[in-house]
DNA sequence: AACATAGCCGTCACAACTTG
DNA sequence: CAAGTTGTGACGGCTATGTT
């Protein structure tokens, strides 16, 4: 890890995950994650599920301008942002929403802020259940095109696993391998896959990654749960590499684990802030994944005296 | 040994209920 | 009567437990 870096020096752009606490609990409420239920898209029409969309986008804008006048330029946006949108009988195209998401990308583009997605764990290219896999298609290419329609650049990147083992590893990374080919281009120039703490350490995944030059984003809680056998030098100079050789910024997630956890399940909980932030060398942006969000950020930055509003 | 079932993961909406 | 609390469903796969 090394020593801790002089105030001024400090290597890491910080954001949080889709949900700004202060925020949140702000009257009226500014969140991101409004959704209905399937028998409410029954009674109260697609129209009603769209407008639930749009004034998730509206708040995405506040959180933005929340951000910026306070020191954070990296937020992870809510996947829930358009409910169902991915949906299999009721997804809908994000066309009807372009103004909006081209007014939005452009403040983010206007101040620099970064912004990633992290679609959930249902992701899972590898499946050998094609129902699954076309659910994970409808998914990412929803996520890009929310992006898209924002008109972010390449470092607005979207995060998922490989996902489970169904039985062989080799054989489920290689239809992973063989379905991101199979995807658009679109889809595949924002993807990026992020080592997990149960089943795929990132020297199992790397070599996937170098293949097909997709960025590998290295979480150092799992990471921490799930090691694997290489050097840590090693792994984060190759894990480096597949980000200069896409040409975009790299990023990297830190948690905790919650205090007093043992067993590795409760391990994998979040604690509510984290106390230590590892220094590779490298200046690449950090998302804090804390469930005090924003609040763990700012206690990081009081740590190193970097200065916010 | 093979299969089936329940609970869990996380976060919200929404209805029904309880409390002040 | 407003505010707060509880339970369930949305979503798919993993893990533990139970059954044959």
């Given amino acids: 890890m090394g020593p801790a870096p002089l105030p001024s020096g400090f290597p890491y752009r910080l954001g949080y995950a889709c949900l700004n606490s202060q925020l949140r609990n702000a009257k009226p ?14 009674t109260k029409g697609l129209e009603y599920v769209k407008a639930l969309g749009r004034q998730n986008l509206a708040d995405l804008e506040q959180l933005i ?3 910026e006048e306070h020191g954070i330029r990296f937020l992870r946006m809510s ?6 949108a991915s949906h299999d009988v009721y997804g809908y195209d994000l066309t009807y929403c372009t103004s909006e998401l081209q007014r939005v990308g ?5 101040l620099d802020h970064r912004l990633t997605a992290h679609p959930g764990q249902t992701n899972n290219l590898g499946s050998p259940t094609r ?18 329609l ?12 490989m996902g489970g083992v169904y039985t062989n590893k080799a054989e489920t990374i290689a ?20 080592n997990d703490e149960v089943c795929y350490n990132t020297e199992e995944i790397l070599p996937t990654c170098e293949r097909l030059g997709i960025p590998l984003v290295f979480d150092w809680h799992h990471h921490a749960l ?9 792994i984060l100079h190759r894990v480096k590499a597949t980000w200069t050789n896409r040409g975009i910024r790299q990023k990297m997630h830190y948690s905790e684990s919650r205090p007093g956890a043992a067993s590795v399940a409760e391990r994998r909980a979040h604690s509510d802030f984290v106390t230590n932030v590892p220094m590779c060398g490298d200046e690449v942006d950090l998302m804090i994944e804390a469930k005090a969000k924003e609040q763990a950020v700012f206690r990081i930055f009081d740590k190193y005296s970097i200065p916010y509003s």
Wanted: proline share 6%; net charge negative; glycine share 2%.
């Fill in 226 to 234: 799930n090691p694997g056998a290489l050097p840590l030098d090693e």
């Fill in 29 to 42: 409420p500014v969140f991101c994650s409004r959704t209905a239920r399937i028998a409410t898209i029954a």
């Fill in 79 to 84: 996947s829930d942002m358009f409910p169902f």
């Fill in 175 to 194: 239809r992973f391998e063989a379905e991101f080919l199979s995807m658009p281009r679109n889809v595949r120039h924002r993807l990026v896959v992020e």
């Fill in 65 to 67: 301008t929340w951000n």
């Fill in 150 to 161: 924002m008109e972010l650049d390449h470092d607005s990147v979207m995060i998922i696993h």
């Fill in 131 to 148: 129902k699954v896999v076309e659910a994970t298609k409808r998914d990412l290419a929803y996520h890009a095109q929310m992006m898209d």
């Fill in 106 to 110: 452009a403040l983010a583009k206007e």
